[in-house]
Every structure is written in structure tokens, then in C-alpha cells.
């Protein structure tokens, strides 16, 4: 989403991020992303930070774009578009708002149609390519430049090494502006595992206690989850939202610790998207749930 005024005012640009799995090619199921990045205009010189989250299906994408993440202008928005996984194309266009906290005439407002394609460089995995914006009412060109994305999953695994891998200075810019906002301090994480419904992982833990933290990096739409330990619940019907919520949990030595994350439900937009932090002393696991209303997923610990 961009604002812009029609008579001679500055130019709003607004943030879209995906945070982006690769998805191994599958066309019978929903497949979530997620991408970090930046909008490049006035022939590169100025850049705007977004984040874009949306699921796949047999080649149709659907989701949203947050634009301005944690700022003033913060505005959520429906998008549509195409994924080409064999070769690599995406094309996604702003459809209608969800939510704002622009104030000013909507008339102002610029929707984004972008035409990009998938890639790998230097081991991360990237979308480049260009877009365009319209006034919604009457079509009429109102913004144009390029996307620049990086894959949040990368940036999370390794966070100082990508922004410094970056191709361009202005996606450092805008990667450092999030950090800033929503990541810091996550630049130690050891693991970073997309958490899907039905699903179980298991490790070894050297602390005594595993400390769990859980936030929301997207726009805050009421998604709730409950965690259990061992059947025991230790956060009920808990609605995540950008503040982290820090626990400290005493493990239970010589059996299993199956804490189990279960979706409540999927906010006003699916999946439910809770980022969850298990923290050991010398061990870091982050877990990017992509969970519909009543899944869940397990974390087996033994001490």
C-alpha cells in the first residue's frame, strides 16, 4: 500500500514483508510465506520497509500486506496473485483494505500490483522485480519502482551476516529498521523451524528450565493459542501481540516435557502466525507457527 496525495504533497510509502518458507513443490496443499523487504522508488534514491504474509494453493496466492509496521500510518491490506513454482514468477495486487490507522482522505491511497520472480543469491533466498501502483477508484498510475525481499526465515537464522550479505543498501536500511522494531534481540538464534499442525520435534535440554517467549511480528489481528506442558496448561486462550510474553518452566527430570502450542483460533486473517522462542543456556529454537483453528503442533524435551 503506498499514500499519496493528489496535489503536489510528498509521497507515503508503506512496508510489506515476507516471512517466506520455500516450499518443497506440493500443488494439493496450502503452502504459508512470509518475506521481508523493501519498495525502491524515485529511481532508487528513497526506499520504504514491508512485510508480506500469504498461503498458496495449487498456484493462487492469498493473504496481506502490512505497510508502515508499528508506525503511524500502519495499514493492513488483502492481496491475490500467482505463483509459478517451476519457474520461479510471482505477480500479487493489493485488493482492499483491512485495517488502518491513516486518518486522511482515502483517496490518497495507492495500491500496489507487483510482477517479481524467485531466486537464490549467495544462499539466501530472495524476490526482485518491479511494481506499480493505481488509485483504486480510477486506475490511474500513481506510484512505480522495484521490490526488493529477502526471506525472513534466512534472517532470522542468521541475522547479522544477512543484513551485512544484502545486495542493496537500502534493503539494509529497511532489514535494520525492522530489526530494530521487531527482532532485536533474536541475532543468536540457533534454529529456526516452521511449525505446521501435526507435527513433533524433539531435543535434549541443558537448563534445569526452558524459557518461552511468544510475540507477534505481523500486524496484532487477535490470534490466540494455548500452551500446555505435558497436559498441564501453562497459557490459556492467550491472544499474542507484539509485546513478548517471557516464561520460565521448570523441566521434569527423567521423563518427557511435551509442550504442546495449539491455535484457539486464526485471528480476523488465517493462518495463525505466532512466533514462539524455546531458550536453553546454550540453545535457541524459534518456531514460526503456520496453524489453523484447532491444530497443533508438539515440542518433546528431555532433560
Known sequence: MIYIKKIQIPIYFYFFIFLFSVPKPCYCQTTNYEFIGSLLYNNMKEHVVYKVMFTEVNG???????????????TKTAIKGLLNKKN??????????????YKQDESNLCFVNAK????????KT???????????????????????????????????K???????????????KITEYSLKPLNEIKEVIEAKGNTSMRYSWKSDTVKITT??????????????????????NYIVTRKRKELKIPLKKGIKNIFKITAINVGTYQPNTAKILFTDKQDSKLFMTYLSKGESFEVNIEK
Open 126 to 160: 530472495l524476490i526482485t522485480g518491479n511494481f506499480n501502483g493505481y488509485y483504486l477508484k480510477d486506475k490511474q498510475l500513481c506510484a512505480s519502482g522495484k521490490v526488493m525481499l529477502v526471506s525472513s526465515k534466512n534472517l532470522y537464522q542468521d541475522l547479522l
Open 215 to 236: 510475540w507477534d511480528d505481523a500486524a496484532e489481528d487477535g490470534d490466540m493459542i494455548s500452551i500446555t506442558q505435558n497436559g498441564v496448561e501453562i497459557i490459556s
Open 162 to 176: 544477512t543484513i551485512n550479505s544484502l545486495p542493496e543498501n537500502n534493503l539494509k536500511d529497511s532489514i535494520r
Open 88 to 101: 520461479g514468477k510471482i505477480s500479487f495486487n493489493e485488493t482492499k483494505i483491512i485495517s488502518t490507522k
Open 116 to 123: 517479481c520472480a524467485l531466486k537464490n543469491v549467495d544462499k
Open 60 to 74: 493462487t496466492i492469498s493473504g496481506y500486506s502490512i505497510t508502515d509496521l508499528g508506525g503511524k500510518y500502519e
